[in-house]
Nanobody, 115 residues
Framework: QVRLVESGGDLVQPGGSLRLSCAVS????????MSWHRRLPGKERELVAT???????TYADSVKGRFTVSRDNAKNTVDLQMNSLKPEDTAVYYC?????????WGQGTQVTVSS
């Protein structure tokens, strides 16, 4: 059974930091391209960051310089370090695994940035 379980979502003040984590099981994690996405209130889900199985990363312009994606192939986890958070970062954050032509999603974790 494939499972992607996100954690770390919380309420944080503007300018604060959070670290999200996604634990993956049931698929060969080291072969997967991983990504973080988010769904802002009332909007479509959007890509935030990707990290390929070989390590290269890409970021949406809106988070570049503030967010950092990393992976630990020994622990089968992918993290998203979020710094300098803004109210417009408020969203449900999802991790996604792409393994060949297959794609798997986590259930999401809520991040709220508010004073």
């Amino acid at each position: 059974q494939v499972r992607l379980v996100e954690s770390g979502g919380d309420l944080v003040q503007p300018g604060g930091s959070l670290r999200l984590s996604c634990a993956v099981s049931g698929i060969p994690f080291r072969l997967c391209n991983m990504s973080w996405h988010r769904r802002l209130p009332g909007k479509e889900r959007e890509l935030v960051a990707t990290i390929l199985n070989g390590g290269p990363t890409t970021y949406a312009d809106s988070v570049k310089g503030r967010f950092t994606v990393s992976r630990d192939n020994a622990k089968n986890t992918v993290d998203l370090q979020m710094n300098s958070l803004k109210p417009e970062d408020t969203a449900v954050y999802y991790c996604k695994a792409n393994w060949g032509t297959l794609a798997y999603w986590g259930q999401g974790t809520q991040v709220t940035v508010s004073s």
